[in-house]
């Protein structure tokens, strides 16, 4: 808490979801006084969401965990006992129990979750390498795979790495598709540009076009100039059609990257099955809509096709996202102004780099189910499995940080079985959730607003080149990610010592090394021991921060480049650095061996096989689909204890296409039971006809109210958990992501 004379105004990135929002903070007496939108950020120039002015909530919740809990048995209801105790003891219990683990059951039984706030913290991103490589186990998780994973996979294949991935360029398209996705409510994913709204009505007012393609008459669809209805899960159909239609109609124009590509002649073999006759059958979508639409990506001089969730989260999620970028190659909008751009951030997440292998999954594969890895990682639906079955590499510990999985992840009720039954159990977290309520010690990082904030990760998804440094806001005696990361670490790698400091130290030194030796980097051949004594920051993130940028493509290269970027030039330039429209960056941000794009480097050509059978499969399976959707006021499953946020009413609904409750029995306010392979759900329904008939919809996150869970008002608002439905066993093969959106599924009045 601040003094009495604490009035001030401060400014800083909302760090909730991917838009990256500035916030203009009055503090009065002490205390946050009102959060609205920073007219002067120079990216969001005064937008905001409800639960950006919620950090304040987030903030004051009584419920947010001030220090370290260990459990301490359970009563006799069987819930968790938790007691506060302070760090230094916290951090002796995992000490204490790692080793015990490993003592009686080796490295190997040790697993990691990493959730999705994780993207969103300074700390984690600066940090995360020190833990991850001393922890160095095979069973990572994460949050991706039911997520973007197919988006690193495509990119992988095409761009020669995982995480180089194009945004379209709204701002300058004169047509924007966007399938599977409803920026009205999230604000937008793998495209960081605050104020969406404002960004998809400008392409309207410039004379240009919005089309959504989605299920749902969504928000984002009502705004739009088009909706396109299609069924789930259908995706790459009506892309691989239109791919066809351009070929089959000659109007391929791949421009200035044709030089660049390998395997467009076979791309018209490949695609020859999908003709927009056969994919309207299979996608609800009618020929004609198939041909315009292709016709239009065609005639228009720019235009940007965006999938997210609804594309990447189905069966085949990897190849849908590789045939949005087909689509970009073959209308000549890949690498272009308007079409889809690479960003170039002042922390490249990405660099180019002079050696390359080819990319690579599959590397190990999970222990029970014989998944490949992606990324590092193994699907997160196999989790369970890796937990539950017993065998040599059985999972007896797992660390989570910044994670609910018991929610947001495939067949909650055996994830919440899975975490009841480890050994021991780490997280690192700021509730007592579902997830964490099974952790033997949770360690509490501040809030946001305790917190400095530079967004790497989105930065690089970003539809501008940006650069804002959030200082932290209010004091705290709870360390940060950073901090907490590095005492892990060292306890991981069995250093007695508990200074983070030390961590920080290295961190810094090792990347200013690699810049020294790095043949072209704006520091080569300077001392790194020298350039460690300039860096600057309050913490440990912003230190490894300063080394990052000043060594970035924009930095001040310690001093060679006296106008460039340092974090000291962030912190006077509160409202942000704009750092211009995206550019063209190929070849050079190519990472593949020869500098080159082969469209066939990955396995895409058996996946196309492999849909056109699945596909007739889906035509006369007659079942309800099952997908997800989101709500402006909340956040996958953590912001539910902010009563502003959760009041209302209640919106963990099935949402039901009147022509199917008629047939079905039910009725609007009434109440049905959804049933799936893998388990079943009694729902509150909303009759409504902007979901389309054979599809039902349930939002994610909810289920709240565990015995053992500090989330007073999460718990009064519960909802159900509609991942008690997920089937753990339905993925994306190339990218072991799970099949959140299509699942097939029994509705009857419950
Ligand atoms: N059916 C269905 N399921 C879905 C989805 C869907 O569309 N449909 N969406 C999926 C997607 S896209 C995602 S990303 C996942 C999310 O999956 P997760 O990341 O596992 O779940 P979250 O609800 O985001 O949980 C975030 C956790 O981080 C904690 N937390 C919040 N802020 C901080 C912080 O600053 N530091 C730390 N250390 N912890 C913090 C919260 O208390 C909470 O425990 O859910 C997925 N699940
Ligand atoms: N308010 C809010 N904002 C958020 C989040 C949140 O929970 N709440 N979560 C954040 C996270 S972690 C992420 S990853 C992003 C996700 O951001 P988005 O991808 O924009 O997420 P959704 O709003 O779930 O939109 C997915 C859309 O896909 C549609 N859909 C479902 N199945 C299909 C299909 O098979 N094909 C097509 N074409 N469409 C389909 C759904 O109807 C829905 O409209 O949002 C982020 N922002
Ligand atoms: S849109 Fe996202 S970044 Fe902007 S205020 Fe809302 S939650 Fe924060
Ligand atoms: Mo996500």
């Not at 683990?101 to 994780?118: F, Q």
């Not at 999620?317 to 045939?323: A, D, S, V």
């Not at 949770?442 to 904030?453: A, C, N, Q, R, T």
């Not at 979901?691 to 500090?710: C, D, E, K, N």
Request: charged share 25%; aromatic share 4%.
């Amino acid at each position: 808490m601040g003094t009495m004379s604490d009035d001030r105004t401060v400014f800083r990135t909302c760090p909730l979801c991917e838009a990256t929002c500035g916030l203009q903070i009055e503090i009065k007496d002490g205390a946050v006084k009102r959060i609205r939108g920073d007219q002067d950020d120079v990216f969001s120039t005064g937008f905001i969401c409800p639960k950006g002015s919620t950090l304040t909530q987030l903030y004051e919740d009584p419920d947010r965990l001030r220090k370290p809990v260990v459990r301490r048995g359970f009563d006799a209801d069987g819930a968790p006992i938790f007691v506060e105790v302070e760090w230094d003891e916290a951090f002796a219990v995992v000490a204490e129990k790692l080793a015990a683990v490993r003592a009686s059951h080796g490295n190997d039984a040790v697993g990691v979750y990493l959730g999705n706030p994780n993207a969103h913290n300074l700390g984690w991103n600066t940090h995360s390498r020190a833990f991850l490589k001393s922890i160095s186990t095979r069973s990572m998780f994460s949050a991706s795979t039911v997520d973007q994973m197919p988006r690193h996979v495509a990119s992988g294949y095409l761009y020669g790495n995982g995480l180089r991935m194009p945004v379209p360029d709204m701002d300058r398209t004169d047509l924007l598709v966007l399938l599977g996705t409803n920026p009205f409510v999230s604000n937008g994913s793998i495209c960081t540009a605050p104020g969406y709204p404002d960004r998809i009505e400008a392409v309207s007012e410039r004379g240009g076009r919005v089309i959504v393609i989605d299920p749902v008459r969504t928000r984002t669809a009502e705004a739009a100039d088009q909706h396109i209805r299609i069924r789930p899960g259908t995706d790459a159909v009506l892309l691989a059609a239109i791919a066809h239609h351009l070929i089959a109609t000659d109007q391929v124009s791949v421009g200035r990257v044709a030089a660049l590509i390998d395997g467009l002649d076979e791309l018209r073999v490949a695609v020859e099955p999908f003709s927009p006759d056969d994919a309207a059958a299979i996608t609800g979508i009618d020929a004609e809509t198939i041909r315009a639409l292709a016709d239009e990506l065609a005639a228009a001089s720019t235009a940007a096709v965006h999938g997210r969730i609804g594309t990447t989260t189905v069966e085949f999620g990897t190849l849908t996202t590789w045939l949005i970028d087909i689509i970009a190659i073959l209308t000549g909008n890949l690498d272009q102004p308007g079409g889809s751009m690479f960003p170039h951030s002042a922390v490249e997440r990405v660099r180019p780099s002079r050696s390359s292998r080819p990319y690579r999954v599959g590397r190990w594969s999970s222990r029970v189910n014989g998944n490949p890895e992606v990324q590092g990682e193994l699907p997160v639906g196999d989790l369970p499995d890796e937990i539950l079955e017993s065998g040599d590499g059985q999972l007896k510990m797992m660390f989570t940080v910044a994670g609910n999985p018991v929610l947001s992840c495939p067949d909650g009720d055996r994830m919440d079985e899975a975490f009841a039954s480890l050994e021991a159990m780490v997280s690192v977290d700021i509730y007592l959730n579902e997830t964490t309520r099974h952790a033997d010690v949770i360690l509490p990082p501040g809030s946001p607003l305790e917190k400095d904030h530079f967004d790497i990760g989105f930065y690089n998804l970003s539809i501008r080149n940006i650069a804002n440094f959030s200082p932290v806001v209010f004091e705290t005696d709870q360390p940060g990610e950073d901090d907490i990361i590095a005492r892990l670490s060292m306890i991981v790698m069995g250093v007695g010592d508990d200074d983070p400091n030390i961590v920080h130290d290295q961190l810094v030194g090792q990347i200013l090394g690699n810049e020294a030796r790095t043949e072209g980097s704006p520091v080569e051949g300077r001392d790194a021991d020298e350039l460690s004594a300039m860096v600057t920051g309050e913490s440990g993130a912003e230190r490894v921060l300063d080394a990052l940028i000043r060594t970035g493509p924009y930095g001040d290269a310690f001093g060679t480049n006296p106008d460039g970027l340092s974090v000291e030039k962030l912190r006077e330039n509160p409202h942000g650095i704009d750092l211009g429209p995206l550019k063209p960056r190929l070849p050079a941000a190519l990472d593949t061996e020869d500098k080159r794009i082969d469209l066939w480097a990955g396995p895409f050509l058996d996946e196309l096989i492999r849909l056109q059978a699945r596909a007739v499969e889906w035509l006369d399976d007659g079942r309800l689909r099952l997908i997800g959707r989101r709500h402006l006021r909340s956040n996958n499953s953590w912001m539910h204890n902010v009563h502003v946020l959760v009041k209302g009413r209640p919106r963990c609904t099935l949402q039901v296409n009147p022509a199917d409750a008629a047939e079905l029995g039910i009725r609007n306010g009434g109440r049905a039971a959804i049933t799936s392979r893998v388990g079943q759900l009694t729902v509150d329904v909303e009759v409504t006809d902007i979901v389309m008939p054979g599809v039902v919809s349930l939002p994610h996150g909810w289920g709240h109210g565990q015995a053992g869970t500090r989330m007073e008002v999460a718990a009064a608002n519960a909802g159900v958990n509609s991942n008690v439905l997920t089937d753990p066993s339905a993925l994306d093969p190339l990218s072991g992501t799970s099949v959140l959106n299509g699942i097939p599924v029994d509705v009857a009045p419950g």
